[in-house]
Protein backbone atom coordinates (compact mmCIF):
# COMPACT_ATOMS: atom_id res chain seq x y z
CA UNK A 1 0.00 0.00 0.00
CA UNK A 2 1.21 3.48 -0.73
CA UNK A 3 2.26 5.58 2.37
CA UNK A 4 3.72 9.11 2.91
CA UNK A 5 5.81 10.01 5.83
CA UNK A 6 6.79 13.38 7.16
CA UNK A 7 8.70 12.75 10.21
CA UNK A 8 9.24 16.20 11.17
CA UNK A 9 5.22 17.74 12.45
CA UNK A 10 6.93 21.41 13.37
CA UNK A 11 9.76 22.91 12.54
CA UNK A 12 10.92 26.38 13.27
CA UNK A 13 13.94 28.81 12.02
CA UNK A 14 15.11 31.88 12.14
CA UNK A 15 14.83 34.21 9.05
CA UNK A 16 17.56 33.69 6.47
CA UNK A 17 18.18 30.12 7.53
CA UNK A 18 17.95 26.96 5.19
CA UNK A 19 15.89 24.57 6.44
CA UNK A 20 15.11 20.86 4.68
CA UNK A 21 11.70 19.23 5.14
CA UNK A 22 11.84 15.63 4.87
CA UNK A 23 9.49 13.14 3.23
CA UNK A 24 10.13 8.99 2.65
CA UNK A 25 7.22 7.67 0.59
CA UNK A 26 6.43 3.63 0.15
CA UNK A 27 5.21 2.39 -2.71
CA UNK A 28 4.91 -1.22 -4.76
CA UNK A 29 4.27 0.31 -8.14
CA UNK A 30 7.11 1.29 -10.49
CA UNK A 31 5.60 4.31 -12.40
CA UNK A 32 4.44 7.05 -9.57
CA UNK A 33 4.46 10.89 -8.98
CA UNK A 34 5.12 12.79 -5.63
CA UNK A 35 4.01 16.57 -5.21
CA UNK A 36 4.80 19.24 -3.00
CA UNK A 37 1.90 21.36 -1.61
CA UNK A 38 2.03 24.68 0.49
CA UNK A 39 -0.59 25.43 2.91
CA UNK A 40 -0.15 29.26 4.17
CA UNK A 41 -1.89 30.25 6.78
CA UNK A 42 -5.50 31.48 4.95
CA UNK A 43 -5.70 27.81 4.02
CA UNK A 44 -5.82 26.96 0.43
CA UNK A 45 -3.37 24.60 -1.13
CA UNK A 46 -0.45 25.80 -3.57
CA UNK A 47 0.97 23.65 -5.82
CA UNK A 48 4.78 23.35 -5.89
CA UNK A 49 6.29 20.75 -7.53
CA UNK A 50 5.18 17.39 -9.21
CA UNK A 51 8.09 14.63 -10.22
CA UNK A 52 7.75 11.47 -11.58
CA UNK A 53 9.53 8.27 -10.71
CA UNK A 54 11.43 7.86 -13.88
CA UNK A 55 13.08 11.73 -13.27
CA UNK A 56 15.70 11.52 -10.43
CA UNK A 57 17.13 14.90 -11.33
CA UNK A 58 17.02 17.33 -8.52
CA UNK A 59 15.09 20.95 -9.17
CA UNK A 60 15.69 23.87 -8.07
CA UNK A 61 13.54 26.76 -8.29
CA UNK A 62 14.17 30.15 -6.71
CA UNK A 63 14.65 29.57 -3.37
CA UNK A 64 13.43 25.95 -3.49
CA UNK A 65 14.85 23.07 -4.20
CA UNK A 66 13.93 19.28 -4.58
CA UNK A 67 16.15 16.26 -3.72
CA UNK A 68 14.73 12.70 -4.93
CA UNK A 69 16.31 9.90 -4.17
CA UNK A 70 14.81 5.80 -5.14
CA UNK A 71 17.34 4.35 -3.43
CA UNK A 72 16.18 5.80 -0.16
CA UNK A 73 12.44 6.36 -1.22
CA UNK A 74 12.93 10.11 -0.24
CA UNK A 75 11.64 13.40 -1.80
CA UNK A 76 13.15 16.11 0.16
CA UNK A 77 12.23 19.50 0.18
CA UNK A 78 14.59 22.69 1.02
CA UNK A 79 14.25 26.13 1.61
CA UNK A 80 17.52 28.13 1.02
CA UNK A 81 17.46 31.87 2.95
CA UNK A 82 14.09 30.97 4.41
CA UNK A 83 11.84 33.74 4.83
CA UNK A 84 8.84 34.89 6.82
CA UNK A 85 6.42 34.07 3.80
CA UNK A 86 7.83 31.20 3.93
CA UNK A 87 5.72 29.70 6.81
CA UNK A 88 3.22 27.15 6.01
CA UNK A 89 2.37 23.97 6.56
CA UNK A 90 4.04 21.47 3.30
CA UNK A 91 2.90 18.39 2.16
CA UNK A 92 4.62 15.51 0.54
CA UNK A 93 2.11 13.44 -1.50
CA UNK A 94 2.36 10.27 -3.99
CA UNK A 95 0.44 9.46 -6.70
CA UNK A 96 0.36 5.21 -8.56
CA UNK A 97 -0.08 5.40 -11.37
CA UNK A 98 -1.65 1.88 -11.30
CA UNK A 99 -4.73 3.09 -9.13
CA UNK A 100 -5.88 6.30 -11.28
CA UNK A 101 -8.90 6.89 -8.86
CA UNK A 102 -8.01 6.53 -5.42
CA UNK A 103 -4.34 7.41 -5.75
CA UNK A 104 -3.78 10.39 -4.09
CA UNK A 105 -2.03 9.92 -0.55
CA UNK A 106 -0.54 13.05 1.32
CA UNK A 107 1.49 13.13 4.13
CA UNK A 108 0.60 14.46 7.22
CA UNK A 109 2.52 17.58 6.98
CA UNK A 110 5.27 19.70 8.15
CA UNK A 111 4.67 22.98 10.32
CA UNK A 112 7.45 25.53 9.09
CA UNK A 113 7.44 28.34 11.01
CA UNK A 114 10.43 31.29 9.89
CA UNK A 115 10.62 33.65 12.34
CA UNK A 116 11.92 37.05 12.28
CA UNK B 1 -8.84 32.03 -15.10
CA UNK B 2 -8.21 28.38 -14.22
CA UNK B 3 -9.73 27.04 -10.97
CA UNK B 4 -11.15 25.21 -8.61
CA UNK B 5 -14.49 26.72 -6.62
CA UNK B 6 -16.06 26.02 -3.82
CA UNK B 7 -19.31 27.47 -1.46
CA UNK B 8 -19.46 28.30 1.11
CA UNK B 9 -15.87 28.97 2.68
CA UNK B 10 -17.07 28.74 5.97
CA UNK B 11 -20.29 27.04 7.55
CA UNK B 12 -21.48 26.20 11.25
CA UNK B 13 -25.14 23.84 11.18
CA UNK B 14 -26.49 21.88 13.65
CA UNK B 15 -26.64 18.18 14.10
CA UNK B 16 -28.69 16.40 11.93
CA UNK B 17 -29.54 19.21 9.33
CA UNK B 18 -28.95 18.49 5.54
CA UNK B 19 -25.92 20.41 4.01
CA UNK B 20 -24.55 20.79 0.45
CA UNK B 21 -21.21 21.86 -0.57
CA UNK B 22 -20.59 23.05 -3.94
CA UNK B 23 -17.67 22.53 -6.16
CA UNK B 24 -17.09 23.54 -9.43
CA UNK B 25 -14.07 23.69 -12.31
CA UNK B 26 -13.43 25.40 -14.98
CA UNK B 27 -10.79 23.32 -16.21
CA UNK B 28 -12.91 20.70 -18.28
CA UNK B 29 -11.23 18.30 -16.21
CA UNK B 30 -12.35 14.60 -15.81
CA UNK B 31 -11.51 13.66 -12.70
CA UNK B 32 -12.67 15.61 -9.60
CA UNK B 33 -12.33 14.50 -5.79
CA UNK B 34 -13.03 15.98 -2.13
CA UNK B 35 -10.78 15.32 0.71
CA UNK B 36 -10.75 16.08 4.43
CA UNK B 37 -7.93 17.70 6.32
CA UNK B 38 -7.95 17.43 10.31
CA UNK B 39 -4.82 18.30 12.23
CA UNK B 40 -2.09 15.48 12.65
CA UNK B 41 -4.00 13.25 9.74
CA UNK B 42 -3.09 15.66 6.35
CA UNK B 43 -5.96 15.50 3.78
CA UNK B 44 -8.22 12.04 3.06
CA UNK B 45 -9.65 11.26 0.37
CA UNK B 46 -13.63 10.93 0.94
CA UNK B 47 -15.07 10.71 -2.86
CA UNK B 48 -13.33 10.95 -6.19
CA UNK B 49 -15.20 10.75 -9.17
CA UNK B 50 -13.48 9.99 -12.68
CA UNK B 51 -16.18 11.49 -15.21
CA UNK B 52 -19.44 12.53 -15.09
CA UNK B 53 -22.14 9.71 -13.60
CA UNK B 54 -19.22 7.81 -12.75
CA UNK B 55 -18.48 8.24 -8.62
CA UNK B 56 -16.60 5.93 -6.26
CA UNK B 57 -15.37 5.77 -2.43
CA UNK B 58 -12.28 7.28 -1.06
CA UNK B 59 -10.54 6.15 2.18
CA UNK B 60 -13.55 7.78 4.32
CA UNK B 61 -16.98 7.86 2.79
CA UNK B 62 -19.08 7.40 6.22
CA UNK B 63 -21.73 10.23 6.10
CA UNK B 64 -21.11 11.27 2.50
CA UNK B 65 -22.79 11.26 -0.95
CA UNK B 66 -21.77 12.86 -4.03
CA UNK B 67 -23.26 13.33 -7.54
CA UNK B 68 -21.35 14.25 -10.96
CA UNK B 69 -24.58 15.25 -13.21
CA UNK B 70 -22.09 17.72 -14.83
CA UNK B 71 -18.53 17.73 -15.80
CA UNK B 72 -17.59 20.85 -13.92
CA UNK B 73 -19.53 20.32 -10.83
CA UNK B 74 -19.22 17.73 -8.05
CA UNK B 75 -21.16 18.93 -4.73
CA UNK B 76 -20.69 17.01 -1.55
CA UNK B 77 -23.52 15.83 0.29
CA UNK B 78 -24.10 15.43 4.02
CA UNK B 79 -27.05 14.06 4.51
CA UNK B 80 -27.14 14.13 8.49
CA UNK B 81 -24.33 16.10 9.40
CA UNK B 82 -22.44 14.98 13.29
CA UNK B 83 -19.94 16.91 14.98
CA UNK B 84 -16.92 14.29 14.17
CA UNK B 85 -17.50 15.51 10.48
CA UNK B 86 -15.91 19.10 11.74
CA UNK B 87 -13.18 19.95 8.99
CA UNK B 88 -11.42 21.71 6.85
CA UNK B 89 -12.86 20.33 3.64
CA UNK B 90 -11.34 20.61 -0.52
CA UNK B 91 -12.26 19.65 -3.23
CA UNK B 92 -9.80 19.21 -6.00
CA UNK B 93 -9.51 18.84 -9.99
CA UNK B 94 -6.91 17.17 -12.45
CA UNK B 95 -6.79 15.75 -15.94
CA UNK B 96 -7.04 12.20 -16.23
CA UNK B 97 -3.94 11.57 -18.60
CA UNK B 98 -0.78 13.12 -19.94
CA UNK B 99 0.20 15.88 -17.45
CA UNK B 100 -2.94 15.27 -15.74
CA UNK B 101 -1.25 13.88 -12.29
CA UNK B 102 -1.32 17.38 -10.87
CA UNK B 103 -4.47 17.90 -8.32
CA UNK B 104 -5.49 21.36 -8.40
CA UNK B 105 -7.38 22.83 -5.20
CA UNK B 106 -9.83 24.52 -4.48
CA UNK B 107 -9.71 27.34 -1.52
CA UNK B 108 -11.46 24.30 1.09
CA UNK B 109 -14.54 24.80 3.16
CA UNK B 110 -14.11 25.02 6.79
CA UNK B 111 -17.32 23.59 8.55
CA UNK B 112 -18.31 23.40 12.11
CA UNK B 113 -21.35 20.59 13.37
CA UNK B 114 -22.32 21.49 16.87
Known amino acids: AQKVTQAQTEISVVEKEDVTLDCVYE???????LFWYKQPPSGELVFLIRRNSFDEQNEISGRYSWNFQKSTSSFNFTITASQVVDSAVYFCALSEAWNYGQNFVFGPGTRLSVLP | EAQVTQNPRYLITVTGKKLTVTCSQN?????MSWYRQDPGLGLRQIYY???????DKGDVPEGYKVSRKEKRNFPLILESPSPNQTSLYFC?????????????FGPGTRLLVL
Open chain 2, 27 to 31: MNHEY
Open chain 1, 27 to 33: TRDTTYY
Open chain 2, 92 to 104: ASRLTGGDGETQY
Open chain 2, 49 to 55: SMNVEVT
